[in-house]
Every structure is written in structure tokens, then in C-alpha cells.
């Protein structure tokens, strides 16, 4: 809590793709989302006027990257090619939230701003501390 620094270990996904085609692509499209999730949540922080090129717009890099477990339910569609689905981005939309609700239970600090840098949690618990006193 007194460097603000928060790191994803594991992530488990599981998500309905209908029938499966190709079980490794199936797997790392839904790696691939929940890096945009994670990146969203903790990283991913544009300030209009000052934010130019990545060098100030940080996104997730190998070393952000947890160990994903993915876990593919198969309720094949009738109307899909041999029953698959589309499934990509689904996975992206609960990552953030998930990741904040972490933050919550291990500090008790309710993020309300994304990013969830390092700079806006420090000033949500000296916030918090604040409210205590």
C-alpha cells in the first residue's frame, strides 16, 4: 500500500465459445483480452494535451502479463459455423472490474478512477486514512 504498485498473478477465464476449432487460438484470443482488461484497469491512462505516443501512454508488456488459465465451455450454436460462437472481446468487459474488486478486497480502498495507477491508489488511501481519523 505504500508504493501503490498492484501486480495480476492469475487470471482464470472461463467463457462459452460455442464449439471449439481451434483450442490453442481459442485460448490466446482470450489471453489477448484480458491484457486489454488488464491494461484498461491499472495501466492505460490518456490526458488529453499531454499524452503523445506511447512513450507517455503505457499498455500492458510481457512483464505485466499473469498466468492466464482458460477455461472453454463448449454449448455449441446451432447457428454458427459447426457450432462455434464469437467469443473474443467478451472476456475484456469483466477484467477491469474484476481486477478493481481485488484491489478493494485486499486494501479496502474502492477505486473509483481508471487507470488504477500508482499515483491515483496512493491518493485513495491517504484519502481513506483521512476519512478515518
Known amino acids: 500500500m505504500r508504493t501503490g504498485e498492484v501486480q495480476v498473478k492469475r487470471v482464470i477465464v472461463a467463457q ?5 476449432l481451434h483450442p ?3 485460448e490466446l484470443q482470450l489471453e489477448g483480452t484480458i491484457l486489454i482488461g488488464l491494461g484498461y484497469a ?12 506511447f512513450g507517455q501512454y503505457h499498455i500492458p ?10 477455461i472453454l465451455i463448449e454449448v455449441p450454436d446451432p447457428r454458427g459455423p ?9 472476456s475484456q468487459s ?17 477505486v473509483r478512477d481508471l487507470p488504477a495507477t500508482a ?12 476519512a478515518e481519523e
Open 82 to 90: 459447426f457450432g462455434a460462437k464469437g467469443f473474443g472481446e467478451n
Open 42 to 53: 491499472l495501466k492505460e491512462e490518456f490526458i488529453p494535451g499531454k499524452t503523445h505516443g
Open 16 to 20: 462459452d465459445v460455442g464449439k471449439v
Open 94 to 110: 469483466p477484467t477491469a472490474p474484476a481486477i478493481i474488486n481485488a484491489i478493494h478486497h485486499a486494501t479496502g480502498v474502492r
Open 24 to 26: 490453442k487460438g481459442c
Open 61 to 70: 508488456t510481457i512483464k505485466d502479463t499473469p498466468k492466464i488459465e482458460s
Open 119 to 130: 499515483e491515483h491508489l496512493i491518493r485513495a488511501f491517504r484519502q481513506t486514512e483521512g
